[in-house]
């Protein structure tokens, strides 16, 4: 319970800030906002800053007020696009030798080779589906470099993902913000699109987890 808590003071607290900013320098605050969808897409060290929340917030907070939707989508979705394609360029340089660690949890080959077959179990589409869910995202396009992935298919999905998770989470918030109950529970509402989007992650988790079963230990036979 003391997580959500400071979550939620954390959340009203940025809630705050942001319409301050917009309200204190509109430039300032389209430059903040892009920077910040850029690192969480484009950076494989910042997959902790937010992102449907983000979006969601930003379509909510652009309702009755001179920050300009369309322009939130266009800006944003270029920081998205521009994101993945450093990711990808970052993986496809570095990442084979980032991946020689055998002793780091992160940078594992173990974790390169699972990713792989990640891919190779949802192809192209991993792009876009990555978009939808937190700390994959950051991750998606790093791999997909690392797997030498065809770049012009790349950027095709890199394009098409940014503007359906963009456009998706500024409209809900642009229209589902404004709905009384949602005003009154706002932070609450932001901590659900946070649970939902790693639901398939936990799921995936635990469906890993449950087939993991132990091997049978062979019978020794007796001797005669």
């Given at each position: 319970m003391e997580l959500i808590r400071s979550f939620l003071e954390w959340l009203h607290g940025l809630e705050g800030w942001l319409k301050s900013l917009a309200g204190a320098n509109l430039f300032v605050f389209y430059s903040v906002v892009f920077a910040i969808v850029f690192a969480e897409t484009g950076l494989v060290v910042t997959p902790f800053l937010p992102g449907d929340s983000l979006l969601f917030l930003l379509g909510a907070l652009a309702h009755d007020s001179p920050i300009s939707l369309p322009l939130l989508f266009?800006?944003?979705?270029?920081?998205?696009?521009?994101?993945?394609?450093?990711?990808?360029?970052?993986?496809?340089?570095?990442?084979?030798?980032?991946?020689?660690?055998?002793?780091?949890?992160?940078?594992?080959?173990?974790?390169?080779?699972?990713?792989?077959?990640?891919?190779?179990?949802?192809?192209?589409?991993?792009?876009?589906?990555a978009r939808f869910v937190p700390i994959v995202r950051t991750f998606a396009p790093f791999v997909a470099g690392i797997g030498k992935m065809e770049y012009r298919r790349f950027v095709v999905y890199n394009v098409l993902g940014a503007m359906l998770w963009v456009g998706l989470c500024l409209t809900a918030g642009y229209f589902f913000g404004q709905i009384e109950w949602v005003k009154k529970h706002f932070e609450l509402v932001i901590v659900a699109i946070v649970v939902i989007s790693v639901l398939p992650m936990v799921i995936e988790f635990g469906l890993h987890t449950f087939r993991k079963k132990p091997e049978p230990v062979a019978e020794q036979s007796e001797a005669a």
């Open positions: 266009v800006l944003l979705t270029v920081a998205a696009v521009v994101g993945d394609a450093v990711n990808y360029a970052i993986g496809y340089r570095l990442g084979p030798a980032v991946f020689r660690s055998e002793r780091s949890w992160l940078f594992s080959k173990k974790h390169l080779l699972r990713a792989q077959a990640f891919y190779e179990k949802y192809g192209s589409k991993t792009i876009i589906l």
